[in-house]
């Protein structure tokens, strides 16, 4: 569920002529097959992380990605990483404890704290994406009803956990984090059965990585990615999580 790795070599903005540069009133993100080949789908730079900017974007298949203090940078790669819950890959290890229940898991009770742990571990090993910036952003969709959180709880402590967006019956995973075993994993499970209930038909993990490979996701083509969520989501303001 994790974006780029290898953050600390983002590319600054004088390599990049012609590039679409979007500013607060300029909605228009370019067609994804105009994505950049090198580095892998960078699209456009600028604009702003509104509510409605966010949706636009990954409705067309686009997420922001960028390290603080740069320019917004907006990306859509092909191929693209995405688990179908149906796909999801429970080792024989992750099974056994599964079945012992080691954590307490909540849906939507920690937002922010959720996405502050995240971020901790993000700092610790692939760069400082999630940024305040960023934070803010998520939160707002959140208070919105657009983005969501998997807790795992060890007693008082949170040890586990995801986010992500729901839009139609795509389910846009942003970032996990575990501070115990499996903990993150065993999120990863409970998120999956609750959009199993309600009838989801994708995950969205991004880019490739082989602990995503590890539980099931593979890569598809972006034209793929993108024809799949022009027939899941028909509106923006609305999506099948309950």
């Known amino acids: 569920m994790q974006k ?17 540069i979007l500013n607060e009133k300029n909605y228009d993100f370019p067609p994804v097959n105009q994505a950049m080949d090198e580095p892998n789908g960078l699209i456009a730079v600028g604009g702003d ?7 636009y974007a990954y409705q067309a298949g686009i997420f922001p990605w ?21 796909e999801l ?3 024989k290890s992750l099974g056994k404890t599964l079945r012992k229940q080691p954590y307490k ?3 939507d009770q920690c937002f922010d704290q959720l996405v502050n742990s995240c971020s901790r571990s993000r700092k610790n090993s692939q760069g400082t994406w999630i940024t305040q910036d960023i934070k803010l952003a998520y939160s707002h969709l ?35 984090f575990s501070s115990k075993t499996d903990a993150s994993k065993i999120a990863l499970y ?22 995503l490979e590890s539980l099931g996701a593979k ?6 990615f993108v024809e799949h969520l022009n027939l899941q989501i028909k509106d923006r303001s609305k999506s099948n999580w309950k």
């Open 105 to 107: 898991i909540t849906f």
């Open 190 to 211: 409970h998120l999956i059965q609750k959009l199993k209930a309600l009838s989801f038909t994708l995950i969205d993990c991004q880019v490739y990585n082989p602990h």
């Open 66 to 86: 960028f390290e603080e203090g740069q320019p917004i940078l907006w990306w859509s790669p092909d191929p693209r990483c995405v688990l179908y819950p149906d």
């Open 219 to 224: 890569s598809i083509p972006r034209p793929v």
């Open 49 to 55: 992380l509104s509510p409605e900017r966010l949706k």
């Open 89 to 91: 890959h429970v080792s």
């Open 142 to 176: 959140h208070q919105l009803g657009i983005a969501h959180s998997v807790e795992a709880w060890s007693g008082e402590e949170l040890v586990g956990g995801l986010y992500g967006i729901a839009m139609g019956s795509v389910f846009f995973g942003e970032s996990m």
């Open 4 to 20: 780029m790795t290898g953050r600390s070599g983002q590319p600054g903005l004088a390599f990049m002529p012609g590039i679409k």
